[in-house]
């Protein structure tokens, strides 16, 4: 398993403690220990059965993750500036809680990280989208899938998800999670593949320079 606290990859050796019966299953806590991060992960779990002594779970049918608190989203790379991988993570956090609030969050990141990048007029967020489209600035990949935005969303028929991306409205099927999906590929665009492109360049110079050859520009 990895720990959920520090991404690597452990052991698994859990302690299981039964807490109490209720008319749909037997609880436990399950926890460990992580030896590399050395914080605490817990888990509660529950059985249909449990054995004596000691109220062993037959058969463990689910468990939750309680601590910490985290996201199944991979973490973003430390190329994603603090102004949006926080907004991210928050959406990426509260998504199986609540797809509203998780939808709310990403439309705000996607309409800062719109203007930052795209260079934008400022207006609402259907709007903004339709700038990016006609400056025809992206691939058509990403055109397509910022268009998808609104469609899925169906902006048309909850204008207010144009004009307050922080409120809590109510959300399409899979609007929340594609929205961050849009947000993961704009910033591979923006942020991670340019840096890439950046230490591949170092890297190249250096060799030419040590050949005696001229850098490239």
């Known amino acids: 398993m990895k720990c959920p606290h520090c991404r690597t990859a452990i052991h698994e ?27 605490l992960v817990v888990m509660l ?24 608190k985290t996201t199944a989203r991979n973490p973003l790379p430390p190329e994603v500036p603090k102004e949006f991988s926080e907004d991210y993570n928050e959406a990426s956090l509260v ?18 990280l719109l203007r930052m990048k795209g260079g934008i007029k400022n207006g609402d967020l259907a709007n903004e989208i339709q700038q990016i489209i006609d400056g025809e600035k ?28 922080g409120e809590i409205v109510d959300v399409e099927i899979g609007e929340a999670e594609w929205t961050l999906d849009v947000l993961e590929t704009l910033f591979d665009f923006y942020f991670i593949q340019p840096k890439m ?8 110079n250096k060799k030419l320079k040590d050949a005696g050859k001229p850098e490239m520009k």
């Not at 249909?48 to 309680?66: A, C, E, H, K, W």
């Not at 492109?197 to 190249?204: P, R």
Request: net charge positive; charged share 25%.
């Open 197 to 204: 492109i950046d230490q591949k360049k170092e890297a190249l």
């Open 45 to 68: 779990g529950a059985a249909r059965n449990v054995q004596p002594p000691g109220m062993i779970p037959v058969d463990m049918r689910s468990t939750y993750l309680v601590r910490p």
């Open 95 to 112: 998504l199986s809680d609540s797809p509203k609030a998780s939808a709310a969050l990403a439309r705000r990141c996607l309409q800062n």
């Open 138 to 165: 992206l691939p058509s990949y990403l055109l397509d899938t910022l268009d998808a935005v609104r469609n899925i969303g169906n902006f048309a028929a909850h204008p207010i998800k144009n004009h307050s991306t």
């Open 13 to 39: 050796s859990m302690k299981t403690v039964f807490i109490d019966k209720d008319i749909e299953a037997h609880w436990f806590a399950v926890s460990q220990i992580c030896p590399e991060c050395k914080k």
